[in-house]
């Protein structure tokens, strides 16, 4: 079989598993409906979901069926990986949106962004959710819960045999850990791990005394780090230490790596708390929380108690990207500088490479200060003192080369570049700094936390720049970019 006819069977595969997603996503637009046993009145909303899941269903099959070839002649490779993950994303965030638009609950943009906030697990919201009705808030938290563990991509890599080439989707999707050798075990046990923490959650909220349609949705958006909440005044309104106590543990878990979720499962207790992410977060903890609890304490709430509470569960939502937070956004805004500046610094260092947390994430962080706490050392101790340049990852122990130093500095750096993009978008429409900083670090944090600036009155130019930021934060920069080029590459190769 020539060069040209591979690359015609590998086209049509993308084409056949892009149909395969897509009939997923149509499955999905069907789930909220049982919400109508529940709340019969909400019949009216059906068609919202209805229509674009039928269409989803109808057209997804179609390509699956007539693009449908043997894997094994022509398995996929990087670059059809990337442009299948990439045709997913957007058809899935277009689709997102529909039901929004369709039941005239938000405009095309506005739905697009909430879609967007969806899949990526934000938590940024254009939604007044004191007057949705519950259909639609049970939607978005079943975007975030599943584009928190890039659930449609693991479904297909669990299902799909190994001949096809979908390791190559896997990691296409900024996955890279391993929990078992064959990639398709090891997301059947991500499914595992992530829905049976869903339960436990759900459970635990239903008995701190959370309704139990607030249970569930709280459960989905906690674990996926998410943050929609089905309340005005999120985990606040509920005033109860018990479901935030819980909410904390979930948020926590969502933002830690499978790979530590596996250890942890497996009784290799030693190896995992050894893990330099691990390390990394409650290092972040002991140093913020102080401080965010003396802004609190003498800037806000002014009782020792009451500051160190909601300086807890702010500092590890912040820290998860989760979004969750026991403040109102006007609240959050009178918060004074130093505690917000805070919470930009922790929304931005993320959660844990493979979670479901955006952001720089932890790994790169220690990488970081453990190559400028090693050079301090080398220039301090004789020339002859052997340092060991080694950190616990995944249960394994890694060595920091210089390369691997350099290339976290890269990316650092290019997200540091972006996210001062973003935030002059924000001061060229009025904002200040401070409401600058703190919102487009929730974006690219994919947080979800906010001063109050987000939402259907701001500027489309911000608008637009939150939903670019909330892409980057959840695929990663380098992702992107490969993706975006990718199609002109291909077309390069195939002009000569």
Request: aromatic share 12%.
């Amino acid at each position: 079989m020539d060069e040209v006819d591979v690359q015609t069977l590998r086209n049509c595969l993308v084409i056949s598993y892009s149909g395969f997603l897509l009939m997923g996503i149509g499955g999905m637009l069907f789930v909220p409906l049982l919400l109508i046993i529940a709340y019969p009145h909400e019949v009216v909303y059906a068609y919202s979901f209805v229509i674009p899941g039928l269409l989803a269903l109808i057209g997804g099959f179609v390509l699956w069926r007539l693009f449908r070839v043997d894997p094994a002649l022509a398995s996929l490779g990087r670059p059809q990986a990337l442009i299948l993950v990439g045709v997913f994303w957007v058809v899935a965030c277009i689709f997102g949106a529909t039901p929004f638009i369709i039941g005239f609950i938000l405009s095309p943009l506005d739905g697009l962004f909430e879609a967007v906030s969806g899949w990526t697990t934000t938590g940024l919201t254009m939604v007044s959710v004191a007057t949705c009705p519950n259909i639609f808030l049970f939607w978005r938290s079943l975007m975030q819960f599943v584009g928190g563990a890039g659930l449609a991509v693991l479904m297909l890599t669990a299902i799909i045999g190994p001949k096809s080439g979908i390791a190559s989707v896997y990691s296409a999707e900024a996955r890279t850990e391993r929990l078992l050798p064959a990639i398709r075990h090891t997301a059947r046990m991500i499914l595992k791990i992530y829905l049976l923490y869903l339960f436990i959650g759900i459970g635990l909220l239903h008995v701190a005394g959370m309704p139990l349609f607030d249970s569930i949705n709280h459960s989905m958006c906690a674990l996926a780090t998410g943050g929609f909440s089905t309340r005005a005044g999120s985990i606040g309104s509920y005033q109860s230490l018990e479901i935030e106590i819980v909410t904390m543990v979930l948020m926590l878990l969502g933002s830690l790596s499978f790979a530590f979720h596996y250890l942890l499962l497996s009784g290799k207790l030693g190896k995992a708390t050894k893990d330099i992410e691990l390390k990394v977060m409650y290092a972040s903890i002991i140093i913020f929380l102080p401080i965010v609890t003396y802004g609190l304490v003498y800037g806000f709430y002014h009782s020792p108690l009451q500051g160190f509470r909601h300086a807890l569960f702010n500092v590890i939502s912040a820290l998860t990207g989760t979004g969750y937070t026991t403040a109102s956004p006007e609240s959050i805004s009178q918060f004074g500088h130093l505690v917000l500046f805070s919470l930009v610094v922790l929304m931005s260092m993320g959660g844990s490479t493979g979670s479901t947390s955006g952001g720089i994430k932890r790994y790169r962080i220690g990488v970081m200060a453990k190559s400028i706490f090693w050079e301090i050392k080398t220039r301090l101790l004789p020339e002859s003192a052997v340092i060991g340049r080694t950190a616990w990852y995944t249960g394994e122990k890694e060595t920091i080369t210089p390369d691997l130093f350099m290339e976290v500095s890269i990316f650092v750096f290019a997200y540091i570049t972006l996210y001062i993009a973003g935030i002059i978008v924000f001061l060229l429409n009025g904002y200040s700094v401070m409401g600058a900083l703190f919102e487009y670090a929730s974006a690219m944090g994919t947080v979800g936390l906010s001063t109050g600036i987000t939402g259907p009155g701001m500027p489309v130019s911000c608008k637009v720049m939150e939903i670019i930021g909330m892409i980057l934060g959840r695929l990663e920069l380098w992702a992107v970019l490969i993706l975006m080029a990718t199609p002109f590459e291909w077309m390069v190769s195939r002009g000569r």
